[in-house]
Nanobody, 128 residues
Framework: QVQLVESGGDSVQAGGSLRLSCAAA????????MGWFRQAPGKEREGVAT??????LYADSVKGRFTISQDYAGNTLYLQMNDLKPEDTAMYYC???????????????????????WGQGTQVTVSS
């Protein structure tokens, strides 16, 4: 059974930093595209960043500020968030693709439809 558990969300001042973590279990870690998505109240879910080994893609709104990474030995996905802005306030979700990268050949934050497994979310609040 696939399990994704996020942690690290908090309330910070604008300009601050946070690191989100996502502990994964129940499957062969490393075979799938992984991603971070977020959803603010009253807004559509937005792809933030995705990763499959050296392939890392970011939403334009976070480029240069956020970094996605993985610890393959620890089955953990990370999102380092620097220079946080009030518009980054949202619930952040870790997600895993439905199929392996070998089958799909793609891994993009624009393709949320490819993701079939989601964590429960961790709240990030940025105040000005």
């Amino acid at each position: 059974q696939v399990q994704l558990v996020e942690s690290g969300g908090d309330s910070v001042q604008a300009g601050g930093s946070l690191r989100l973590s996502c502990a994964a279990a129940g499957y062969s870690y490393g075979a799938y595209c992984m991603g971070w998505f977020r959803q603010a109240p009253g807004k559509e879910r937005e792809g933030v960043a995705t990763i499959y080994y050296a392939v890392r893609l970011y939403a334009d709104s976070v480029k240069g500020r956020f970094t996605i990474s993985q610890d393959y030995a620890g089955n953990t996905l990370y999102l380092q968030m620097n220079d946080l802005k009030p518009e980054d306030t949202a619930m952040y979700y870790c997600a895993r693709a439905r199929a392996t990268y070998t089958n799909t050949g793609r891994c993009s934050p624009l393709l949320s439809v490819d993701f079939g497994y989601w964590g429960q979310g961790t709240q990030v609040t940025v105040s000005s």
